[in-house]
């Protein structure tokens, strides 16, 4: 449900812009920083006259910020435009001294008409706390929180080949959910990769080596590849891929914290096929929001029965305890071993 009144404010949010009906408050947070810095700043051309910027937008440090110093600030009157827009970062509302937070209250219940106040968190969460009732009542009252989420598969690709529409470049939808899969499902992270790869690409569509070529997957997608080599008997493929990311430096005990959840999802997927269902199920159960991860384990799992994957998760979950527990183990020599072990241990269906 609240999930859902997240939403809904994002959509809201985007109406009254585009309406040109805009409030004086809004909290700014959530993963999707691309989009928010996106509307931050249709937000200010909204506002401000072009070239009034100086004058009439105010943009505030939260850590050391008083409320007395937000107060001058607020009462600025604007210059030659009819609104000031001030954009505080990462100031922890709910966690100010009592005697802040009163004062803080009562100035967003009286913030003035021609004043709009953004609070944007961006290094530190934001957390509402209903217990702090002025607070909390005054940003209900006088504001709108907004989060900027990961967005949603279909709409994410829509927006990838838009991007490379711009670049004068086309991408089939089943490269365009590749590309999202390799790099992470983050605006901020895809953009650069696209215009990398538009500029690489000699015709008119990208091609699935055109990404291969230019773009950097994240350490998930690395470790999946290897995960997908070692469920394909392709050993030493997935023991090139291991040491590619040692010599990146990677710490053993992140890769294998990806590789044991991986084992764990491998394990979901064959107990779905064994219930019966497929992609929608393990989708659903692991909280997927693109099929191409659930594709490849499903079609992994189907190599392997539930007492291997069973299997599989307790080496993950003994080497990991190995890991942190064992005085002096070198913890490549750990990681590389229960590579060793899993691509001989057991076999395939």
């Known amino acids: 449900m609240a999930k859902k009144r997240e939403t809904t404010a994002y959509r809201q949010f985007k109406q009254d812009l585009s309406q040109g009906q805009l409030g004086s408050l809004y ?105 702090m009732k002025k607070l909390a009542g005054a940003i209900k009252t006088r504001g709108q929180v907004v989060e900027f989420a990961r967005q949603d598969q279909r709409d994410l690709m829509d927006w990838v080949r838009r991007r490379f529409r711009a670049l004068n470049r086309d991408i089939d939808p089943q490269d365009a959910q590749y590309l999202i899969f390799l790099c992470g499902d983050l605006m901020n992270g895809l953009i650069g990769e696209i215009e990398k790869i538009g500029a690489y690409s000699k015709g008119p ?15 998930d997608a690395v470790v999946f590849q290897m995960t997908d080599a070692l469920t394909q008997g392709q050993h030493a493929k997935a023991l090139s891929i291991l040491h590619d990311l040692f010599r990146l430096q990677h710490a053993p005990i992140m890769l294998l914290a990806v590789l044991g959840k991986q084992m764990r999802q491998l394990y979901a997927a064959r107990a779905v096929l064994e219930a019966g269902q497929g992609t929608a199920a393990l989708m659903e159960l692991w909280g997927m929001r693109s099929a191409y991860p659930a594709e490849k384990l499903l079609r992994a799992a189907r190599r392997y029965d539930l007492p291997w ?23 490549q020599d750990l990681m590389l071993s229960l590579v060793l072990e899993l691509s001989a241990g057991g076999a395939p269906c």
């Not at 007395?68 to 009819?82: F, H, I, K, N, Y």
């Not at 569509?205 to 350490?219: F, G, K, N, Y």
């Not at 299997?311 to 913890?331: F, N």
């Open 309 to 331: 994957c069973r299997w599989a998760m307790a080496r993950c979950a003994e080497t990991d305890l190995a890991m942190k527990s064992v005085s002096g183990a070198d913890s």
């Open 205 to 219: 569509r990208i091609l699935r080596q055109d990404i291969d070529t230019v773009a950097i997957p994240v350490i």
């Open 27 to 131: 909290i700014f947070h959530g993963e999707e920083t691309y989009l928010r810095d996106h509307y931050l700043e249709q937000l200010k051309k909204a506002l401000i006259p072009a070239g009034m910027e100086a004058f009439n937008y105010h943009p505030l440090n939260g850590k050391g910020l008083t409320v007395q110093r937000l107060g001058e600030v607020v009462d600025a009157l604007p210059m030659m435009s009819q609104h000031t827009l001030l954009v505080v970062s990462d100031y922890d509302l709910f966690k100010a001294p009592e005697r802040e937070r009163t004062l803080m209250a009562q100035l967003l219940e009286e913030l003035p008409a021609y004043c709009c106040l953004v609070f944007l968190y961006d290094t530190i969460p934001y957390k509402s706390d209903a217990r």
